[in-house]
């Protein structure tokens, strides 16, 4: 039996498969990825055991279009609410289902032990720690925009949360590209995405700098925010918004890259991390982002199942 694919981390991809998904999502965004349904005699089970819009649809819709069975939960739907582990679930899961998409919010290990059986995908729809399935849909909606990513300038402006984590991994892989990362002190993209994401840049020529201040900003491509409460997670601090503050993206910021688009990964909180006027404004590239999540989720899941036996996944 070939061995299943599983999206636990942006570094589960090699370069060519990275690339792979985020052409295969701008053809699916362009309607050009051909009227096959890959995922025919499929079953995709959708577990969220937090809050989603974006992402929950997307692999949702994406399944079904592709021609997979959906099965979906809530988080308070499985015997994980009763104490029934991790492990045991996946294992469980696993004889019924061909891919499960997750979001726990949790450790990357809880999604590394639903992966632990060799007959099921697991996709990580967001942990804790990464996001990388947002990654995808914003390189995709890079390509989408630039045409390509090699070369592309972009400054992140805010938490260096699950998201910037994910985008620090994959931008990182592409030859040229910047990423200047501006987050408040103490709450920075962790130094082991920073630590990967400079070994793939020795192999790319990409760079990759983190600072906690907003001088001397470069020029850039794009300017990427995403909200300050990151779905799942508290503040250590309690006066974190006025250490938040002077990241706003407003007018101003936006003045500081007069070539730049504006991405968020949404969702926004207008007059938090981004102002209604740059947001709704016409640099901003954010919902068409949003849209690509569906087209970039499609591609996830061809790639999840390309690896079945021939003859299918139907067991
Ligand atoms: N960007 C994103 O992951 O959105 P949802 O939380 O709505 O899925």
Same mark, same amino acid.
């Given at each position: 039996?070939?061995?299943? #694919?599983?999206? +636990?981390? +942006?570094?589960?991809?090699?370069?060519?498969?990275?690339?792979?998904?985020?052409?295969?999502?701008?053809? /699916?965004?362009?309607?050009?990825?051909?009227?096959?349904?890959?995922?025919?005699?499929?079953?995709?089970?959708?577990?969220? #055991?937090?809050?989603?819009?974006?992402?929950?649809?997307?692999?949702?819709?994406?399944?079904?279009?592709?021609?997979?069975?959906? =099965?979906?939960?809530?988080?308070?739907?499985?015997?994980?609410?009763?104490?029934?582990?991790?492990?045991?679930?996946?294992?469980?899961?696993?004889?019924?289902?061909?891919?499960?998409?997750?979001?726990?919010?949790?450790?990357?290990?809880?999604?590394?032990?639903?992966?632990?059986?060799?007959?099921?995908?697991? +996709?990580?729809?967001?942990?804790?720690?990464?996001?990388?399935?947002?990654?995808?849909?914003?390189?995709?909606? +890079?390509?989408?925009?630039?045409?390509?990513?090699?070369?592309?300038? =972009?400054?992140?402006?805010?938490?260096?949360?699950? !998201?910037?984590?994910?985008?620090?991994?994959?931008?990182?892989? /592409?030859?040229? !590209?910047?990423?200047?990362?501006?987050?408040?002190?103490? /709450?920075?993209?962790?130094?082991?995405?920073?630590?990967?994401?400079?070994?793939?840049? #020795?192999?790319?020529?990409?760079?990759?700098?983190?600072?906690?201040?907003?001088?001397?900003?470069?020029?850039?491509?794009?300017?990427?925010?995403?909200?300050?409460?990151?779905?799942?997670?508290?503040?250590?601090?309690?006066?974190?918004?006025?250490?938040?503050?002077?990241?706003? =993206?407003?007018?101003?910021?936006?003045?500081?890259?007069?070539?730049?688009?504006?991405?968020?990964?949404?969702?926004?909180?207008?007059?938090?991390?981004?102002?209604?006027?740059?947001?709704?404004?016409?640099?901003?590239?954010?919902?068409?982002?949003?849209?690509?999540?569906?087209?970039?989720?499609?591609?996830?899941?061809?790639?999840?199942?390309?690896?079945?036996?021939?003859?299918?996944?139907?067991?």
């Amino acid at each position: 039996m070939a061995e299943r #694919r599983h999206l +636990i981390s +942006i570094d589960d991809l090699s370069d060519d498969e990275l690339r792979w998904i985020v052409e295969r999502g701008v053809e /699916y965004s362009r309607g050009t990825a051909g009227a096959t349904q890959p995922l025919s005699g499929t079953v995709v089970g959708v577990l969220f #055991r937090k809050t989603s819009t974006r992402t929950r649809t997307a692999f949702s819709a994406g399944a079904l279009r592709l021609g997979a069975g959906l =099965v979906t939960y809530g988080p308070a739907d499985l015997q994980l609410a009763t104490g029934e582990s991790v492990e045991d679930t996946g294992a469980v899961l696993s004889g019924m289902l061909d891919v499960l998409v997750a979001r726990t919010a949790g450790p990357e290990a809880e999604l590394r032990a639903y992966a632990g059986q060799k007959q099921m995908s697991v +996709i990580n729809a967001m942990s804790a720690v990464e996001h990388p399935t947002q990654a995808l849909a914003d390189l995709t909606t +890079i390509v989408q925009h630039f045409g390509r990513v090699e070369g592309v300038r =972009v400054l992140y402006v805010g938490e260096g949360n699950n !998201t910037a984590s994910a985008l620090t991994l994959a931008l990182s892989r /592409y030859p040229g !590209t910047e990423l200047h990362l501006r987050t408040p002190a103490g /709450y920075g993209v962790e130094q082991r995405y920073l630590d990967q994401a400079a070994a793939s840049a #020795r192999r790319s020529g990409a760079r990759v700098e983190q600072r906690h201040d907003l001088s001397g900003l470069p020029p850039v491509d794009v300017v990427y925010t995403t909200r300050w409460q990151t779905t799942g997670s508290t503040k250590p601090t309690p006066h974190w918004r006025s250490e938040f503050a002077p990241f706003q =993206v407003n007018e101003a910021l936006m003045a500081a890259a007069p070539d730049a688009v504006f991405m968020h990964d949404l969702p926004a909180h207008r007059g938090e991390e981004v102002t209604a006027a740059v947001l709704d404004g016409p640099r901003s590239i954010a919902f068409t982002q949003a849209e690509n999540k569906y087209h970039s989720a499609r591609a996830v899941l061809e790639w999840c199942v390309a690896s079945r036996p021939s003859g299918g996944a139907g067991r």
